[in-house]
């Protein structure tokens, strides 16, 4: 695949990092596929999970005052921290979406991976990342974050992906026009009406809120062989049910049939 846009990591963030940790292991029967401890320097601790061939990562702050933290205070903790995508050029998005008005977080440069993170604010919703590791082309191949080891955690026969995110907002068509922009993904609409944007690797769809409410990364989908026993699991964990999920580091994770 010469050319590729892959929605390939979610990252959650949570008061304290080991209970939804413990969550994830006793609901998902996932083991943590890698810890960064580089975060440690942003006042963060990680833990990243293998879904399929993308990632469910949990930050939490070490101290008062970092980013995670703020953010947590601002969402009332509810809301995915950062959708992050795996791309073959994150040089040209980055300078497209710097064109679209839209400020650098942070600029991440390192031997074997480049990318960007860009202000929650201009984003809208939740914080975009576009990054490319080096060796990354397959879906199978190395990716920076989860560490060299990524694929030995990887159990399909538990979670085989992570095939779409929801974004709430009361100006859900407003909001999926500007990640258009940004992605240069064209709008399509599922069955249920929604704006929705499918890439090379997941989708993302974006619903109605009602007035008021604030923008905010509200639901994960993941992939299971049995999405019934995943709901009873996250029930005996405490996880309060909401809908067709439960809510696990302030958003909403909807277990989904995996598709043949």
Same mark, same amino acid.
């Given at each position: 695949?010469?050319?590729?846009?892959?929605?390939?990591?979610?990252?959650?963030?949570?008061?304290?990092?080991?209970?939804?940790?413990?969550?994830?292991?006793?609901?998902? *029967?996932? +083991? @943590?596929?890698?810890?960064?401890?580089?975060? %440690?320097?942003? #006042?963060?601790?990680? /833990?990243? !999970?293998? =879904?399929?061939?993308?990632?469910?990562?949990?930050?939490?702050?070490?101290?008062? *005052?970092? +980013? @995670?933290?703020?953010?947590?205070?601002?969402? %009332?903790?509810? #809301?995915?921290?950062? /959708?992050? !995508?795996? =791309?073959?050029?994150?040089?040209?998005?980055?300078?497209?979406?710097?064109?679209? *008005?839209?400020? @650098?977080?942070?600029?991440?440069?390192?031997?074997?991976?480049? #990318?960007?993170?860009?202000?929650?604010?201009? =984003?809208?919703?939740?914080?975009?990342?576009?990054?490319?590791?080096?060796?990354?082309?397959?879906?199978?191949?190395?990716?920076?974050?989860?560490?060299?080891?990524?694929?030995?955690?990887?159990?399909?026969?538990?979670?085989?992906?992570?095939?779409?995110?929801?974004?709430?907002?009361?100006?859900?068509?407003?909001?999926?026009?500007?990640?258009?922009?940004?992605?240069?993904?064209?709008?399509?609409?599922?069955?249920?009406?929604?704006?929705?944007?499918?890439?090379?690797?997941?989708?993302?769809?974006?619903?109605?809120?009602?007035?008021?409410?604030?923008?905010?990364?509200?639901?994960?989908?993941?992939?299971?062989?049995?999405?019934?026993?995943?709901?009873?699991?996250?029930?005996?964990?405490?996880?309060?049910?909401?809908?067709?999920?439960?809510?696990?580091?302030?958003?909403?994770?909807?277990?989904?049939?995996?598709?043949?």
């Amino acid at each position: 695949m010469s050319d590729y846009l892959r929605l390939r990591q979610i990252c959650l963030a949570a008061p304290s990092l080991e209970p939804v940790v413990e969550a994830v292991q006793q609901i998902l *029967g996932l +083991a @943590v596929c890698h810890r960064d401890p580089g975060v %440690g320097k942003y #006042g963060l601790e990680n /833990a990243l !999970f293998t =879904c399929g061939h993308a990632f469910l990562e949990v930050v939490a702050p070490t101290r008062e *005052g970092t +980013a @995670v933290h703020r953010f947590l205070e601002r969402s %009332g903790g509810r #809301g995915g921290y950062m /959708a992050i !995508f795996d =791309c073959s050029d994150p040089e040209r998005r980055r300078a497209h979406v710097q064109a679209q *008005g839209v400020r @650098v977080a942070h600029a991440l440069e390192y031997p074997d991976f480049w #990318g960007t993170q860009f202000h929650p604010r201009d =984003c809208r919703a939740t914080m975009l990342e576009f990054d490319r590791s080096a060796g990354g082309e397959s879906l199978s191949g190395a990716y920076w974050p989860a560490g060299p080891h990524w694929r030995d955690a990887q159990r399909l026969d538990r979670v085989a992906g992570l095939p779409a995110i929801a974004l709430e907002s009361p100006d859900a068509d407003g909001l999926a026009a500007h990640w258009s922009r940004l992605t240069g993904v064209p709008l399509t609409r599922n069955g249920a009406g929604q704006a929705e944007l499918r890439f090379d690797l997941g989708a993302a769809c974006f619903v109605a809120a009602p007035p008021g409410t604030p923008e905010r990364l509200a639901v994960v989908e993941l992939a299971v062989p049995a999405p019934a026993e995943v709901l009873a699991a996250a029930r005996r964990h405490g996880c309060p049910l909401e809908a067709d999920g439960f809510v696990l580091a302030g958003v909403r994770i909807r277990p989904v049939l995996v598709v043949a």
